[in-house]
């Protein structure tokens, strides 16, 4: 999820909006804001509760992509040990995380002065802290410090599961490296990606993260009209034995990337700078957005009648101070500018 080189407008778009439609979920599932937007919207509020977690696709699947196009790409990193590359991905995610962890503690902590709900989380331990910055939280079942931290640990594990499946198949060539993705892929999708119990390891979402790999693969070596119907069938079958609208998603995600790489001047559309703009601040609006809506949630309970216009007024209130301290954040911290 963090910002990479070699920006592509429609991965931006594609980032940009899902990243909005995270906030909005969240809006719409924790607090009293919530409970207003279900009175006064609640087909809409429905829609963002039941399938607003689902565009978590469009960021393991470009993940995926630009993972692969790092490690096999013209400048290819499967040639370094694996152990630098994994250390090298946790840095660059753990810095912005455990900025973010602080402003999340920190908001919450004033989240708690004026309003009692169960999404606030409690004082965080020494042991829960730990657990976040080794991005462990999600293995060792540790209560989250905010919403959707869980996906910055995924991330990790999938980058490192990818990363030794390329150097260890790169022993052979880097056909062999593809197939091993591409099994280790098709078993996730066909196995692992059907077992909830799974959810806390990259094996789970593996099958998303594999399809946006081998897209690259099959797309940027020319292997387009023999791997990409192959992909499709493939992903279609496992569809057909058990439907899953997350997997649907990352199909089409990965289609618009393959069309990207294809056809590179559909990539540069759309040419939209505010789209540009949320696609590069969407890991940081992602990172902070949780503790901005708690805030707003705990001064609308306290300080307004509870009425619709002051839960519409706290809910545009959390969406721009959620883009405004994602801004900040994605300038002074994710991307090291200070």
Not at 68 to 76: D, W
Not at 144 to 149: F, H, I, Q
Request: charged share 10%.
């Amino acid at each position: 999820m963090p910002a990479a080189d070699n920006r592509m407008p429609l991965i931006d778009a594609l980032k940009g909006v899902a990243a909005q439609i995270i906030l909005l979920h969240h809006l719409v599932s924790y607090g009293p804001l919530s409970k207003a937007a279900n009175a006064m919207a609640p087909v809409t509020a429905g829609f963002l509760f039941d399938y607003g977690r689902m565009v978590v696709q469009v960021f393991l699947v470009i993940g995926g992509y630009l993972a692969a196009r790092a490690l096999l790409g013209a400048s290819a990193s499967s040639t370094i040990h694996p152990a630098r590359l994994i250390w090298r991905r946790y840095v660059r995610l753990v810095i912005p995380f455990a900025a973010a962890m602080v402003i999340a503690i920190l908001g919450a902590a004033m989240a708690r002065l004026w309003l009692a709900d169960d999404a606030i989380p409690a004082t965080p331990t020494f042991a829960q802290v730990l657990a976040h910055v080794l991005l462990l939280h999600g293995v060792f079942d540790v209560p989250a410090l905010s919403a959707g931290v869980w996906y910055v640990a995924i991330d990790l594990q999938l980058y490192a599961l990818l990363t030794l499946l390329v150097w260890i198949g790169m022993r052979f060539g880097e056909r062999a490296a593809v197939v091993l993705v591409a099994v280790t892929a098709m078993a996730a999708l066909f196995h692992f990606n059907r077992n909830a119990d799974l959810d806390a390891w990259a094996i789970y979402f593996f099958a998303s993260y594999g399809l946006g790999a081998l897209v690259w693969w099959g797309c940027a070596r020319g292997n387009t009209m023999r791997w990409l119907p192959l992909l499709v069938g493939i992903t279609v079958l496992a569809l057909v034995l058990d439907f899953r609208l997350r997997i649907a998603l990352a199909l089409v995600v990965a289609l618009l990337l393959a069309i990207t790489t294809l056809h590179p001047e559909f990539g540069r559309r759309p040419d939209s700078a505010l789209l540009a703009w949320l696609g590069r601040i969407s890991y940081s609006v992602f990172l902070v957005h949780f503790p901005v809506c708690l805030v707003a949630n705990a001064l609308y309970a306290r300080f307004t009648d509870g009425g619709n216009g002051a839960a519409l007024a706290a809910m545009i209130a959390a969406w721009g101070g959620s883009l405004l301290l994602g801004t900040v954040f994605h300038r002074y911290v994710e991307a090291r500018r200070w």
